[in-house]
């Protein structure tokens, strides 16, 4: 007798693989029947959002509020599938992560014509690697956003990425405001008959008289930056560095020689001056033209340009296209946090994007 069943164990041991084989096919197949009971749908807003997001940040538990009754519709040589495999299988691709294509569904019968999204597609995908994604409706992702309580004005708060509004490319365009001279002399009035009478005066002066002497090719406004001040950016005083600009501007070798060579310099032919001298007596002049000094600070920045009686935009009335690229360009950042800070915004996004309900058809449900 024993010696019949070791015989027959080889039959056993093969019988015992190909059942294994068809269970774990099925199972890779197997449908949610408690939400089929609700009837098959395509994917809402909502689900789109947080297939996108999941893929963005590769955070797989976001999958976990898409319901399994969502579907794809699929298309030419492409099976319908469900929206939820689709979000996993992505992440797995892109992550080559395999333990994610266990939670992978396939929706229907195996076909062999087309492609079908399943456990073993999505294994195909983790091992070699896939690079796939899907985008999401510009209006959409303000919209969302703006759900969750962010702000196009203070999304910069989050420490990630800077202000939307730039007040340096604003106070850039300065000096091609036609009425630009004539603000600057309301706020500190004109040379010979300065105006300053505040500490902010005393900071503001120097970066108003530069834009003047630029605008106007008027090196007395140069003349009103005290002595010794220095330049933030540069390694001079910023009166010498108002007159090379202009200087460079206008081709006037004079104004070079009125720049001041510091007591302390061992060798004059390596000073402002004779750097001045050098680039406007050049025989291959260059058209390269000095704009005004912008402050280091975007505070100062911000006062100046409201002391001018000019706007700031507010981000929130930018195009949406603004926006959106904005709030793209934040979800990067938190794709792979490389700091506390980073890290910290991610969580806090993750933790509003679950707190988002889940809906149905405008319903909401869970989606076990």
């Not at 590769?58 to 469900?82: H, M, V």
């Not at 990630?160 to 600057?184: A, F």
């Amino acid at each position: 007798m024993s010696r019949r069943l070791m015989l027959l164990s080889p039959r056993w041991r093969a019988a015992s693989i190909v059942i294994f084989l068809v269970v774990i096919v099925s199972l890779s197949g197997i449908r949610s029947w408690p939400d089929q009971i609700r009837g098959m749908r395509p994917g809402n807003k909502y689900e789109e959002f947080y297939r996108y997001v999941a893929q963005q940040l590769a955070e797989p538990g976001l999958c976990e509020k898409i319901s399994w009754t969502a579907i794809l519709p699929g298309g030419f040589f492409e099976e319908r599938s469900y929206v939820r495999s689709e979000c996993y299988e992505f992440i797995a691709g892109n992550t080559k992560n395999p333990w994610l294509c266990w939670r992978v569904k396939r929706y229907g019968a195996i076909s062999i014509l087309s492609h079908q999204t399943s456990m073993w597609s999505c294994l195909d995908h983790a091992i070699h690697g896939w690079n796939a994604g899907v985008g999401i409706n510009p209006d959409d992702l303000i919209a969302f956003f703006t759900q969750m309580g962010y702000d196009p004005d203070t999304l910069h708060l989050e420490g990630v990425t800077p202000p939307i509004v730039s007040v340096k490319d604003i106070y850039r365009q300065l000096p091609r405001k036609s009425d630009i001279v004539t603000q600057i002399e309301k706020v500190i009035g004109t040379p010979g008959d300065s105006s300053i009478t505040s500490a902010s005066d005393l900071q503001d002066a120097p970066y108003l008289d530069h834009t003047a002497a630029l605008v106007t090719k008027d090196s007395s406004w140069c003349f009103q930056i005290p002595e010794d001040l220095p330049v933030a950016t540069e390694p001079h005083r910023f009166r010498d560095w108002c007159l090379m600009t202009l200087a460079w501007n206008t081709k006037d070798a004079n104004l070079c020689r009125r720049i001041q060579i510091p007591p302390e310099t061992r060798d004059a032919r390596l000073s402002l001056q004779a750097n001045c001298l050098s680039q406007v007596n050049s025989p291959y002049p260059s058209n390269t033209v000095y704009a005004p000094e912008v402050p280091v600070g975007d505070d100062q920045i911000r006062r100046i340009i409201i002391r001018l009686n000019y706007e700031i935009p507010r981000a929130r009335d930018l195009p949406p296209e603004e926006i959106y690229q904005a709030y793209s360009r934040f979800l990067d950042e938190l794709e792979h946090p490389a700091d506390p800070m980073h890290a910290a915004a991610r969580q806090r996004f993750l933790d509003r994007v679950y707190r988002l309900p889940n809906r149905s058809n405008g319903a909401a449900h869970s989606s076990s």
